[in-house]
């Protein structure tokens, strides 16, 4: 990605090849571009398990998905992300045939001090001042934004104009599609000379004009760059028709999975161990699991104390 960086092998310990910058990580993916595969599982993948045994997989919501729910990813956004629009459910049908909606949410991991995060339009702002805005390169001037920290988590509904930069890794969880529609890139041109296609029209059919600012949730107690972990909490972060998420920071042992919902958590910092009939295997930051709806609880133990974030799917 033009925008991406090193931090997903620096920070996470991500294997990345070369020396060019990589902006995504896609962890946990049933997208027709990338279907991820189980490890130790001989090449199954997550296709093949929705195709198997979705129930099992899904719970009561099976009925309710072909593909599996999230595209779980790692972001880091050296550069600046476009200025960007994700479809919802109403207009994808008509401006991306064969595509999903997208309602996102971020986790920010990690920040460089000048980095900032735009979310959602300023009171006031319309189409028309919009499109004056894309005509004289002023789109930021037309955006809430602020300098996010390690712990802000982000709910982005898709119709949220919104953009990201600066040195900001985070984890995210999604939608399963890849509709994105630039609005705005910054007025970037790559090696050649040339900038990256725009979407205009498409972006603005897509907007939720009433949308507004969009205000970080801040995980209470996540540890900054050189604190320590403080005692145990459960924090709801997002709460919507498409995913649950909560930030759990444990010191003590607890139980992961068993819930008759499917869940993925995603390893935030620290590292654990799990714990599944006599078997154990470590659990680190970077790292994502997913727990199937009919999965026994996991016992997971954390060594001095971890942070994840745990995704749960809603029963329809």
Known sequence: MVWGGRRLGVILHKQLPGAEPFGESWEVSDHLSHHSAL???????????????????????????????????????NDW??????????????LWHGEGSKTEAWFVLDAERDSRVYAGLLPGVDEKRLRAALADGTVADCLYQFHPRPGDC?????????????????????????????????????????????????????????????HPVRADGYPLPGERSGASIRQELVRCRYFELEY??????????GTGR??????????S?????????????????????DADGIRCVPQSSCGLLLSTLPNP
Do not use: C
């Not at 997550?46 to 790692?74: C, E, H, N, T």
């Not at 992300?81 to 459910?89: F, I, K, T, Y």
């Open 81 to 94: 992300l476009s200025v960007q629009v994700h479809p919802d459910e109403d207009a994808v049908p008509r």
């Open 273 to 293: 161990y799990l714990e599944l009939r006599g078997e154990r295997q470590e659990f680190v930051a970077g790292e994502t699991i997913v727990l199937p709806a």
């Open 248 to 257: 759990l920071r444990q010191n003590e042992p607890f139980t992961l999975a």
């Open 154 to 214: 982000l709910f982005l509904k898709a119709g949220t104009v919104h953009a990201v930069g600066g040195g900001v890794l985070m984890a995210e969880v999604q939608q399963t599609s890849d509709a994105t529609f630039r609005l705005f890139d910054w007025n970037r041109k790559d090696a050649a000379g040339k900038s990256r296609k725009l979407h205009i029209e498409e972006a603005i059919a897509s907007i939720h004009w009433d949308f507004g600012p969009v």
């Open 262 to 271: 499917l869940q993925v958590a995603i390893g935030l910092h620290g590292r």
């Open 39 to 77: 490890e130790g599982k001989g090449g199954v993948t997550l296709r093949d398990l929705m195709a198997a045994d979705r129930i099992a997989l899904l719970g009561k919501a099976a009925a309710s998905y072909q593909v599996f729910p999230w595209l779980i990813k790692f972001l880091d956004a």
